[in-house]
């Protein structure tokens, strides 16, 4: 055979087998594809009659022998605490108390210390979300347990299921864990320290004049505040008077006490209008409004020429809460320059709308 008529032959059948071998590809892609959505569909099927049995749950009482049966195959376990996690959202109480009760003697409890012990950080999440409904002691120590997290976001939720069981008496140690890893989110611990209310106020004493990180002690400074609870007084002012503290907690503990409105600051809030610091200035202004202190209204009205624009601004506000005495110093006020900027006429204008 002449060696060209070998190499188109060679080629030809090199290009079938090529084409053979893309079909078979194509039809093994297309299998798998079939395979997957097929997979997919029974996955959701089967995730939809766990969700409907679930709702079912609330609305039936379950005799005492079909309770010592499961349910749940150990594959229906994701799907079953994704559907009790999103219906206990939507009740309270009892029901949801009871729905967890019925999932744990269904093999719900083991699933959700596996997740604690290593699942991601939204699975952590969504298991502690779960354990606040429960009232057992064993619930109540994975929660503290996984406070010790180095993840801030898991501590934030350990900390919420606390607030959510109404476990005030384990606060302390559930802060100290979040002090030993640096907690820094200010904002949502301040949101969260506030939930607990009343029977947390020993414990947002301790924490707002410790050594702890400051944005911790800011957050149990404000909820001290918000929580508006004149057992609270003495605390703030301590920290208000303290010069070694810094700007931002000294300033925090007058906007707490502003909030409060106890006339035991009076002396407090005069001091901080004449403080170095222009945020404690800033807060010491507005709480002289809230509290509408008499013996403030000179100072504020020097405040009126401030060098910070937020004093002023603050302290203008400030002498509108004192009424028509107030709004007389506003009007009357002149910039010591003329040209100046009038803070005054400003926050008249925006009061008159």
């Not at 109404?166 to 140690?173: C, F, K, N, V």
Request: hydrophobic residues 45%.
């Amino acid at each position: 055979m002449p060696f060209d008529t070998f190499l188109l032959l060679a080629a030809l059948w090199g290009s079938f087998g090529l084409i053979v071998l893309s079909i078979g590809l194509s039809a093994g892609l297309v299998a798998n594809r079939l395979l997957r959505d097929r997979r997919a569909r029974l996955s959701a099927r089967r995730r939809g009659e766990v969700a409907a049995f679930i709702r079912h749950l609330l609305n039936t009482k379950i005799p005492a022998p079909l309770l010592e049966q499961t349910p749940f195959a150990p594959q229906d376990l994701p799907a079953a605490f994704d559907s009790a996690l999103a219906t206990i959202r939507t009740i309270k109480g009892s029901e949801a108390t009871r729905l967890v009760s019925l999932l744990d003697g269904w093999g719900m409890r083991a699933h959700i210390t596996k997740l604690l012990e290593k699942g991601t950080r939204p699975q952590k999440i969504r298991a502690l979300t779960y354990l606040a409904q429960c009232r057992d002691d064993e619930s109540l120590r994975h929660i503290i347990d996984t406070s010790r997290s180095a993840d801030p976001y898991v501590q934030l939720a350990a900390l919420r299921a606390l607030s959510r069981r109404g476990d005030a008496e384990d606060l302390g140690i559930v802060l100290d864990h979040m002090k030993e890893a640096g907690q820094r989110n200010t904002l949502v611990l301040t949101e969260i320290l506030t939930s607990f209310g009343t029977p947390a106020l020993p414990t947002l004493f301790t924490l707002a004049a410790s050594d702890a990180p400051d944005p911790m002690r800011l957050a149990a400074i404000t909820a001290l505040g918000t929580i508006g609870a004149r057992e609270a007084v003495p605390c703030l002012l301590e920290i208000a008077a303290r010069n070694e503290t810094g700007a931002e907690l000294r300033a925090r503990a007058l906007q707490a006490l502003g909030r409060i409105r106890d006339e035991r600051a009076e002396e407090a809030v005069l001091a901080g209008l004449e403080a170095a610091e222009a945020p404690i200035r800033v807060q010491a202004a507005r709480a002289a409004g809230r509290l509408t202190l008499a013996r403030a209204l000179p100072l504020l009205t020097r405040l009126l020429e401030d060098p910070v624009w937020w004093v002023r601004y603050r302290a203008a506000e400030a002498l509108l809460a004192f009424g028509r005495r107030g709004r007389v110093l506003l009007e009357t006020y002149e910039p010591p320059k003329e040209g100046d900027s009038n803070i005054a006429a400003q926050v008249l204008r925006e009061r008159r709308g």
